[in-house]
């Protein structure tokens, strides 16, 4: 069954002429697309609009992607592009307000029962993040939201993964001094 096969697979099909198979892809990554594009457009219509404008792109570009590589951040690169542009042409802000939401495993590790504490360790974090320079804070978001390894960050930002390692580590020290600095 074509659905049991890996991205990778599937995305050769495509490139072989089997266009059903996109649907696939498109399946698989729609949710996780829409759920990344949140974190940097506000109207749910711009990140639905950028999402589809990813795909049409992905789907013109498959030709390029090569097979022997992984398919998720060569997508997610395409998304990644499309939600850039769409904030350059509003002039926003990437803003990442719901940390427990990027964040869950730290929170929910710290939470000791006491909803009050609980809710001020999230706001605490939350003006952390967004305090962090958005090379900092990109890295933090696809590896703890995303669940994406240095390996395929590396590739979606287009940076080594030595740079990825520095980055989250460098992130997760200006949020803990905010923390501390703030508690």
């Known amino acids: 069954m074509i659905t049991e096969r ?5 995305a050769q099909a495509v490139q072989k002429g089997d266009s059903s198979a996109f649907g696939i892809l498109l399946d698989r990554y729609e949710a996780k697309l829409l759920r990344y594009g949140r974190r940097f457009l506000r ?10 404008e990813a795909f049409i792109k992905t789907y013109v570009n498959i030709q390029s992607f090569d097979p022997v590589r992984r398919f998720s951040p060569w997508i997610y690169r395409i998304a990644h592009n499309e939600f850039v542009n769409a904030l350059k042409k509003r002039k926003e802000t990437v803003s990442l307000s719901e940390f427990d939401t990027i964040f ?5 590790k710290e939470a000791t029962g ?12 939350d003006g952390g993040l967004q305090k962090l320079d ?7 978001v696809l590896y ?4 994406m390894d240095y390996k395929e960050i590396a590739e979606v930002l287009h940076i080594p993964s030595a740079t990825v390692g520095v980055r989250l580590k460098r992130g997760r020290e200006a949020l803990l ?3 501390e600095n703030k508690a």
Request: proline share 7%.
């Open 43 to 52: 109207e749910e219509d711009d990140v639905r609009d950028a999402v589809q």
């Open 6 to 10: 890996t991205d990778e697979e599937i």
């Open 104 to 108: 869950p495993h730290p929170v929910a």
């Open 144 to 147: 703890y939201f995303e669940d």
């Open 114 to 125: 006491d909803v009050a504490e609980a809710a001020e360790l999230r706001r605490l974090l």
């Open 177 to 179: 001094k905010h923390v």
């Open 134 to 140: 958005a090379k900092y804070r990109e890295p933090l």
